[in-house]
């Protein structure tokens, strides 16, 4: 595919389906079965989704989609865009307050829900009026789901979409506590997929893990297997890794450091029961014949771990972004891959400087803004328009290597985001705590409070059971696994902010 | 049922089986994951012959959450 024929993700699904209108794109476990849908039929499919839309009201619409990786769920997202309507992925991990906030904020009508989520969307038929339809996932045919209006709506025409035109809205975490709209439009989106060269083959086998609400799932399982033509197989939960590995027989994986990290452990527990089994053999146990490459992002990736799966046969490539650069900033190949200190070379198209220590961005792939947050937005960027992607480091070679953190995002190792306040906000009513701080220590989340001094005898048991009841409330990711408590107050800044960087871990662990 | 949840667990952690108690902490005690609790929970189907759905695990926190779900799932 000449990439330079790409603007629109529209021209993405069209191309693709001219080239092999036959050869199955997608593949997914139904029963024993296994489902495909072809490039021909994904042209045809997004078209009749976009018919449908067009009798959904006057304008762009702004279309929800709840649930997790599905041949219906990414045939009803590109059914979204083909014709320039909105796709707005929500975590469905999210709590169903912040489901209803994330849709509301986004100005969904219209929404594609797993059949899960039925119990939900049942109460959000009163609760949410502005949800003027729901559509479930599935392409079986019955009263409002996918399939009828695959099987009632003939293919529209293909409308005029322009390159700058939002595409589609991912929240990420923001740092006061509230998450953010990205609005990422189809430039943004091509551009990020054709940023480097010769990474693929229509031969190549995807297996898709990661959750499709984020960028790097997007654009590198998704819009990336589409321009190379290559097959992808979803994952349908992380629970069959494993199985799904044996049965798709991938050549390639997108992970992040958390999956890397733990499937490394396993395997090293394994070579401690037979220790005269050599790596590469039980690599290929785990990880199937086919797999030729793992691509990791979202988080730290230790060298050692680099090194460790090398050993194993399996190069494991390192790739840093943000969902406001949708998200590929620096990248690696197997022909140039990372040192293990760096995070890869700045993607083509990209500029990146270095001011006081942050890494400022410039690209192509910089997103128009957060939706309906224009001060949001002018705090990202310095008044000559550079992103500001809030991580300290420098360049060299047109290498990136990470420091550190300006902003104060937890970064945990599965590629979440997790906003400190968010967690803080939690603790607020209770009357025992003066003071609280939330904060990654060794990977973990951490919770350190002050009590006010008349509540030190009860602090212990009333904190522990305060972080019950918060970690029964958020998805497992965010749950607070270590407490502090102190018996002096956290330092201060002259402006009585707590000195985050400076105050954590003198408390006593409980 | 405790001893074969234990042979399994310790292909996801260092630890001797009789180290893990009824009463131990996924997260907190046996530093699995997230993820290492979702692959366990594939292995835990293959050898009971059960499905688990993802979204039922929210409330699994220790070795006994997970013997008692075990036990709801087979009945």
């Known amino acids: ?47 009749r989704i976009s018919a449908w839309l067009q009798d959904q009201g006057d304008g762009v619409i702004h279309a929800g989609l709840l649930g997790t990786s599905s041949i219906a769920y990414i045939t009803a997202l590109l059914g979204c865009v083909i014709n320039g309507n909105v796709a707005v992925p929500i975590d469905p991990q999210l709590s169903p307050e912040e489901i209803r906030d994330n849709l509301n904020r986004a100005d969904v009508t219209v929404l594609f829900y797993d059949r899960r989520f039925q119990p939900l969307v049942e109460s959000m038929r009163s609760t949410c009026p502005w949800i003027k339809s729901y559509v ?23 409308a005029s979409v322009g390159p700058r035109q939002c595409a589609c809205i991912l929240y990420t975490s923001g740092t006061t506590g509230k998450s953010k709209g990205v609005m990422l439009s189809h430039a943004n989106l091509i551009d990020n997929a054709t940023c480097c060269d010769n990474e693929g083959s229509e031969n190549d086998i995807l297996l898709t893990v990661l959750p499709i609400h984020h960028a790097y799932c997007l654009t590198c399982d998704v819009l990336l297997s589409l321009r190379y033509g290559a097959t992808l197989c979803i994952n349908d939960s992380l629970i069959r890794l494993t199985q799904n590995i044996q049965l798709f027989k991938p050549t390639k994986m997108l992970l992040v450091p958390l999956m890397v990290e733990t499937i490394y452990r396993r395997i090293m527990v394994e070579k401690k029961k037979n220790p005269l089994i050599p790596m590469k053999v039980i690599g290929r146990k785990v990880f199937g014949k086919d797999l030729g490459v793992i691509f990791c992002g979202g988080a730290y990736l230790s060298p050692e771990l ?16 943000m969902t406001e650069c949708s998200p590929r900033i620096a990248s690696s190949s197997q022909a140039d891959p990372s040192t293990g200190e760096d995070v890869g070379r700045v993607v083509k198209n990209c500029r990146v400087k ?24 002018r705090e990202m960027f310095t008044e000559d328009g550079w992103l500001k992607t809030g991580d300290l480091g420098y360049e060299k070679d047109q290498r990136i290597y990470i420091t550190g953190r300006r902003k104060n995002l937890i970064i945990l190792s599965n590629g979440e985001n997790i906003s400190p306040e968010e ?16 904060y990654s220590e060794n990977g973990q989340i951490t919770a350190e409070a002050y009590p006010f001094p008349e509540y030190a005898a009860k602090a212990e048991t009333l904190f522990r059971r305060k972080v019950e009841e ?41 | 049922m405790l001893d074969k949840i234990r042979e399994i667990m310790t292909r996801y952690v260092e ?45 699994i926190y220790t070795v006994k959450d997970i013997m008692d779900y075990l036990e709801k799932k087979q009945a």
Do not use: C, H
């Not at chain 1, 021209?11 to 495909?36: C, F, M, N, Y």
């Open chain 1, 1 to 47: 595919m000449k990439t330079n024929e790409l603007k629109t993700i529209q021209d993405l699904i069209v191309l693709s389906a001219r080239e092999r209108p036959d050869k199955a794109w997608l593949k997914e476990k139904a029963g024993k079965e296994i489902a495909e849908k072809t490039f021909g039929q994904l042209l045809e499919d997004t078209l």
């Open chain 1, 136 to 158: 479930l996932l599935t392409t079986e045919a019955g009263t409002g789901s996918l399939g009828e209006i695959l099987e009632k709506n003939a293919p529209a025409k293909k």
């Open chain 1, 306 to 321: 680099t090194k460790a799966y090398e050993k194993m046969g399996i190069p494991l490539l390192q790739g840093y972004g």
């Open chain 1, 354 to 377: 270095i001011v006081d220590g942050e890494i400022l961005v410039k690209s192509p792939s910089v997103m128009l803004g957060y939706y309906k947050n224009e001060a949001a937005t």
């Open chain 1, 423 to 438: 967690l803080e906000n939690r603790f607020a009513g209770s009357e025992w705590m003066a003071e609280i701080m939330v």
């Open chain 1, 470 to 510: 918060i970690n029964k409330s958020v998805t497992p990711a965010k749950r607070i696994l270590r407490m502090r408590l102190r018996d002096t107050e956290f330092e201060k800044t002259t402006s009585r902010k707590v000195k985050r960087s400076q105050s954590g871990g003198k408390g006593r662990l409980l």
């Open chain 2, 15 to 59: 630890l001797d089986p009789e180290q893990i108690q009824e009463d131990s902490r996924l997260a907190e005690d046996l530093a699995l994951t997230s993820f290492a609790v979702m692959s366990m929970m594939g292995d835990f189907e293959e050898e009971f012959g059960i499905t688990v759905d993802e979204s039922e695990l929210t409330d």
